[in-house]
């Protein structure tokens, strides 16, 4: 066939291109097809004529009536810049030609359509000397999978997968044979659609025949809402695709350019393709007509490409090549976007209409079970009866509940499976409270779950194959499951049977993962295993440790298989106690507990029926913890015993009313953990008339409320209480807080009239915009947030939830407001809040942004939020806090003060962050050394600076009055435990601080005199050595030289080698990039030091003779400080005097302590250069010994209040942390050093990115 001619290297023709500038789509065919104002007889044409249908408007038949007409739209298209051209087969489907009653034309029209479109490309390269490509456009027909329509219907539609598989299959068969480079699905509104469409194409490709080309996937936002007409977001959309690995993803038609940026940026950091954008001449206008220039369009997609954001532009409806040649040319000077190598790593992707991330900090994800014939009585009659809409009823309950993946089963034996699951999936789309979230398709039979796959436009989780029918099998049914986009649970059976024991488990997991990853490809985020929850307590003795198999093997599985995740159907465990549900929920429980701390990341089971572990009640903790870890041979006869003296009848744990006995504060925070809203109301109101206790209503909910709700966090952080009762405690802490705002808005009125205020916008003490992100329902945080925020006079303007960012953007503009605080409780938030952040800072926003909600902090504002926004990102902790950083931020006088101490404690967990990451991808060290920073030096301002004198200068002696001025207190304070709260943290505020402002300053009124003492007496001794040597940067080392230009030692140096952020263009850093190197031409240089203080250790004794631990923990904290001090002091006169590089430099200490200054002191040991060996070439080239520093065995320096390092003065020298690194660099240093990589690793071990076998 003709497709076998295509080129191999499209893929690396298309990388190329694509890598080096951003390249041009088409425009719009239908556009220019209406210009031509073709008749009836025109699109008929001479063998049409006497078709018994209307064909006009079929656009796709003038390939087969007008061929001129295409090709010079085609032409056209080309010549005005354009490198793709799509064919003209935008309805090339059956199914769209049934209008026309030209089925049997289909194959034909995609034929010479791609044809038509190949002549016109390889005309146009030959004009020019610049290839083209042709992209085989597959419509989104005028059908949809996920949509009925009919109203009363909503399980009915007029299409089915399979169908609509027979139809794309035909169409994809003709493009291909025509020749085209790439097979483009486009215009997308239901995403099941283009998963039939992707399905054919993937079958062409592995049982067809046909090479495999390029898939680019083009997706519609119909609307601002961000969602496709079938209700799925942006981020949803590119999970239910991805499973094609399409080289380009982006979206087309809808909207215009100006509107879809928001959304094309969802694309662009959700997915590791390219990014397409081909967007219509902004909004029809009320004719159907576009008023947006070729100037305007092409204007907004700059600002696309300004961003980073795209690889593929071009234009959709209302565009011409006037507006192809005006993006084509504006399009020149920017670079394209940089595809990310990895998204998401270690991260199963699911979704339903919304997505939904499982990575390894994932709490525990419940698949919820009522909706399986097997599971539930009442649903199994519901379906077995007809009742589907009832039954839906049971689906909303369980995502209500807090079921965060729906498990659907359908296998009874009265029952269609294959009709029952259809029929009840398209239900569950009509439903959007139900179909947001993924779905798992639970069924024995493979036929079922096909039909089931068939129905949804999510990427849900098939539930199971086994090994039990052979490899052959598993394969086959695994390929399938690839194809159709789904995640797999392979259950732990093989030929042999069902594994009972852990080591058997572990096994048929281990064989089935290779076969997966290995054979089928699957993405190994993609598997699920079951390693069969078994049923104890049978009376069967062997039967009594499968609880204990299944967590050993759980905790096997995934420390052996990477990716991975482990589940199983939680009921199985406790089957032998059926129709004593207390006894099974406490069961379920107790094993959940133990079985999620071994690894276990998701399980069916019914989210609403879960106690809290601590609330089992003694006796029955302890019977079921004995049972699960078989520790008593009369487990199960005493835990039956037990069950008789609750009473058959007894479903639930009882909860006695001894509570309402206890003070109103202790009965607030039990209704909150136990989510009881029965008294809260009048528990609430309670509280509130104790006007003693509670002045404000506002108290009541920073006292007793949220003490409740911070007990409630603790338990679930534990794994202690699970999602469904974290979310009735929330509803018990929204009808408290409910209650109480009638009664603070009073407040609030009176005390605004109390003020005098002319009008209420001036009785405001600020404009707070608040806003639930984009993604996340959940608002009790941010709600409470706005109370407190409220009540403390500011003007709360509260976006409710699921909140786009340009709307949060365009209010903060509209209402002028000073603060914006963004919340969200699930983990995609966070991605949401950084692109909140990254937008306020391409806006030019300056107004403060808060970040608050459970998933979020400090450390991920500050290493992920806060460098995206120039302007101030905080985490506020919690409601209690929220006042207190808003008033701070109000006063012109503490803000200043504030943000500088946030820059600062951020910029500090920033380093401790990336030093402690472990599970990070690493650059190669070549791939590390040609992403190193390039300085200029042939620019004038790099060029070195000669010291005043090579070689060294002791300090026998040096005047410690000279160094007082130069001491930074604030870790003296830190040795006492002593940390002031804002604004009172640092030196000299602490003393203001209500805590422990008044024993800080006795402890530094005690310093003080201790130091004048130690001064006067002359009882320390402040000694020290620098010096200065030629230098060259000879690749990751530096070269140092005698005066007579001899080689005389080197100082080995490490590279950055830990990925960074796509979104981070910061180089790889060594310290050797800030030396001239070698090739330049320069001398350069570079300083070393050592300083240290004397006498410490003799005065300790004579404290210690006299029993005083108090002076000598002084002693120690000043030394220290006065040999920082005399670091300080030392490199301020290198720079001025030494060395000479920075000659008029004038600043105080503050400014010292805050490196306001050109060059850096680092030092081995340390984040830049954390081998500790090179001390050693240090010591010799200082003669530090001669002074008496010396170094201990482990490279620690004597005496302990010393300080080293290295000067640099490059100007363009910055601190930075190595990080990690990897083998290959550990193997380069241990050779350039010429010694064992044992000896490296023994020294590096903190850093080694890898374990030391």
């Known amino acids: 066939m003709e497709n076998c001619d295509v080129k191999e290297d499209i893929f690396q023709k298309l990388e190329k291109c694509l890598n080096e500038r951003i390249m041009i789509f088409d425009g719009g065919m239908g556009t220019m097809i209406q210009k031509h104002a073709l008749s009836e007889e025109d699109f008929k044409g001479r063998e049409f004529r006497d078709h018994p249908h209307s064909l006009k408007g079929n656009n796709d038949l003038l390939s087969i009536t007008c061929p ?88 009915y539609r007029n299409i089915t997968f399979d169908e609509l598989v027979d139809a794309y299959t035909e169409q994809a068969r003709g493009l291909l044979d025509g020749g085209v480079d790439i097979l483009l699905v486009e215009t997308i509104f239901d995403t099941a659609n283009a998963k039939a469409a992707l399905f054919a194409i993937e079958s062409l490709f592995e049982e067809g025949g046909y090479r495999h080309i390029p898939i680019f996937i083009s997706g519609t936002i119909v609307d601002k809402s961000g969602r496709t007409l079938s209700g799925q977001t942006g981020e949803a959309f590119v999970i239910s695709v991805s499973h094609t ?20 940026e969802t694309i662009s950091v959700n997915t590791t393709a390219y990014i397409l ?95 399986n014939v097997a599971g539930s009585r009442k649903f199994c009659q519901l379906i077995t009866t007809g009742k589907y809409e009832e039954a839906l009823v049971v689906a909303k309950l369980q995502v209500e509940s807090g079921a965060q993946v729906l498990d659907i089963n359908m296998d009874e034996g009265m029952l269609d499976g294959m009709a029952a699951i259809s029929k009840f999936i398209k239900l569950i789309s009509s439903e959007p409270d139900i179909a947001k979230v993924p779905l798992c398709v639970d069924s024995s039979n493979f036929a079922v779950v096909e039909a089931g796959l068939k129905c949804t436009q999510g990427k849900c989780i098939v539930n199971s194959i086994s090994l039990k029918e052979g490899e052959e099998d598993f394969i086959k049914k695994a390929n399938l499951i690839k194809r159709y986009g789904a995640a797999v649970v392979v259950m732990a059976f093989d030929e042999d049977g069902q594994a009972t024991t852990a080591g058997r488990k572990v096994e048929i997991c281990k064989r089935s993962y290779r076969l997966l990853v290995d054979r089928v490809h699957f993405n190994a985020n993609d598997i699920i295993f079951d390693p069969n929850i078994l049923t104890i307590a049978t009376g069967m003795e062997e039967h009594n440790a499968y609880g204990i198999e299944f967590i050993e093997a759980t905790r096997m599985i995934k420390k052996t298989l990477p990716g991975a995740r482990v589940s199983g159907g939680v009921s199985n465990f406790s089957f032998s106690f059926r129709g004593m549900d207390l006894i099974r929920e406490a069961m379920h429980s107790v094993f959940l507990y133990h079985a999620i701390k071994a690894g276990m990341d998701m399980g069916i089971v019914n989210a609403g029926c879960l106690p809290v572990y601590d609330d089992i009640p003694t006796k029955l903790l302890e019977l079921c913890e004995s049972l699960l870890w078989n520790t008593d041979t009369d487990g199960t006869e005493k835990l ?32 909150l953990v136990k989510g009881i809203d029965k008294y809260v109301v009048d528990d609430t109101e309670e509280a509130r008339l104790n006007r003693t206790l509670y002045p404000r209503t506002l108290n009541v909910i920073e006292g007793p409320l949220m003490k409740g709700m911070s007990i409630v966090g603790d338990l679930f952080g534990a794994g202690k209480m699970f999602l469904p009762q974290v979310i009735k405690s929330a509803r018990v802490m929204k009808k408290a807080v409910g209650y109480l705002i009638p009664f603070m808005e009073k407040e609030k009125q009176e005390r605004m009239l109390d003020s005098d205020a002319k009008d209420i916008e001036s009785a405001y003490a600020g404009t707070i915009v608040l806003a639930t992100v984009k993604g996340d329902v959940h608002d009790i945080g941010k709600n409470i947030v706005g ?25 903060a503009i509209e209402e002028n407001a000073d603060i914006i605080g963004v919340s969200g409780l699930i983990t995609p938030s966070l ?10 800072e391409r806006v030019g926003f300056h107004v403060p942004l808060l970040i608050g909600g459970a998933t979020t902090s400090k450390t991920h504002t500050a290493v992920k939020i806060a460098p995206r926004y120039s302007s101030l990102a905080v985490h506020v902790l ?123 300053r006795k402890v530094f009124t005690d310093a003080e005199s201790m130091l004048q003492n130690l001064i006067n007496k002359k009882s320390l001794l402040a000694k020290g050595s620098i010096a200065f040597y030629r230098a ?81 923990i002084m002693v120690k904290a000043l030394a220290d400080r006065l040999a920082e001090a005399f670091a300080e002091e030392m490199h301020e006169r290198v720079r001025r005097e030494y060395w000479g590089y920075n000659k008029h430099e004038c600043l105080g200490a503050q400014q010292l302590h805050k490196i306001q200054y050109p060059g850096i002191r680092p030092a081995p040991g340390y984040p830049s250069q954390p081998d500790h060996t090179e001390k050693l070439t240090m010591w010799s080239l200082l003669q530090a010994d001669d002074i008496e520093i010396t170094l201990t065995d482990s490279l620690a320096m004597y005496p302990a209040s010393s300080v080293s390092g290295l000067y640099f003065a490059n100007p363009k020298s910055i601190y930075f942390a190595v990080g990690k690194i990897t083998k290959d660099q550990v193997a380069d240093y241990a050779n350039r050093k010429g010694k064992e990589i044992d000896y490296i690793e023994k020294w590096l071990s903190p850093v080694l990115a890898y374990d030391i076998e």
Request: aromatic share 10%; with cysteine.
């Open 68 to 155: 001129d007409i295409i090709y010079d739209i085609h032409k056209s298209y080309l010549e005005a810049g354009a490198d793709f051209v799509e064919t003209n087969t935008f309805s090339g489907t059956w199914v769209a030609q049934s209008d026309y009653g030209l089925e049997s034309q289909v194959y034909r029209l995609n034929v010479e359509s791609a044809r038509l479109a190949k002549r016109a490309a390889q005309d146009v390269a030959m004009e020019t000397g610049i290839e083209r490509f042709v992209a085989g456009a597959m419509g989104p027909t005028n059908r949809t999978l996920s949509i009925s329509p009919s109203v009363e219907q909503p399980d």
């Open 245 to 264: 690995n399409p080289m380009c993803l982006g979206l087309n038609c809808a909207l215009g350019a100006r509107e879809m940026r928001p959304y094309i």
């Open 277 to 371: 954008c081909y967007p219509n001449a902004g909004l029809p206008n009320t004719f159907g007509d576009y008023d947006e220039t070729p100037a305007m369009t092409a204007e907004y997609l700059s600002e696309f490409a300004d961003g980073g954001l795209v690889n593929i532009v071009g234009g959709c409806c209302g565009t011409s090549p006037d507006h192809i040649r005006a993006i084509a040319e504006s399009m020149k000077k920017y670079r394209p976007r940089v595809r990310p190598e990895s998204i998401h790593n270690d991260y199963m992707l699911l979704s339903g209409l919304e997505p939904m991330y499982i990575g390894p900090h994932t709490l525990f994800v419940n698949i919820g079970e009522r909706c």
């Open 640 to 671: 039956l015993a037990f069950s008789q003296t609750v009473g058959k009848d007894a479903k639930k744990i009882t909860v006695s009313d001894e509570w309402r006995m206890t003070s109103v504060e202790e009965r607030l925070s039990y209704a």
């Open 787 to 811: 109370v407190v925020l409220g009540c403390n006079n500011y003007r709360v303007i509260d976006l409710g939830v699921m909140t786009p960012c340009e709307k949060i953007l365009q209010t």
């Open 831 to 840: 991605d949401e809040m950084i692109h909140v952040a990254r937008e306020m």
């Open 878 to 1000: 919690d409601a209690s806090k929220s006042a207190v950083v808003c008033s701070t931020l109000m006063d012109e006088i503490s803000r200043a003060e504030f943000i500088e101490e946030i820059n600062e404690e951020y910029e500090e967990i920033r380093e401790d962050h990336y030093d402690s990451i472990k599970d990070r991808k690493y650059l190669t060290l070549e791939k590390a050394r040609q992403r190193r920073p390039r300085i200029d030096w042939k620019n004038s301002e790099n060029h070195p600076v000669k010291p005043a004198s090579l070689g060294i200068t002791i300090f026998e002696d040096y005047d410690l009055s000279k160094l007082v001025t130069y001491i930074d207190w604030k870790p003296f304070f830190d040795v006492w435990q002593l940390r002031g709260k804002y604004p009172n943290r640092g030196y000299p505020k602490i003393f203001k601080d209500q805590t422990v402002g008044e024993e800080a």
């Open 1032 to 1112: 060259q940067a000879v690749q990751d080392d530096i070269w140092l030289y005698n005066e007579d230009g001899i080689h005389i030692e080197t100082f080995f140096g490490l590279r950055q080698q830990a990925e960074k952020d796509s979104s981070c263009e910061d180089p790889y850093y060594c310290l050797s990039d800030f030396i001239a190197p070698a090739d330049s031409g320069l001398d350069d240089y570079i300083g070393l030091f050592a300083v240290s203080v004397f006498g410490v250790d003799e005065l300790c004794q004579e404290f210690k003779a006299q029993y005083d631990d108090y002076s000598i």
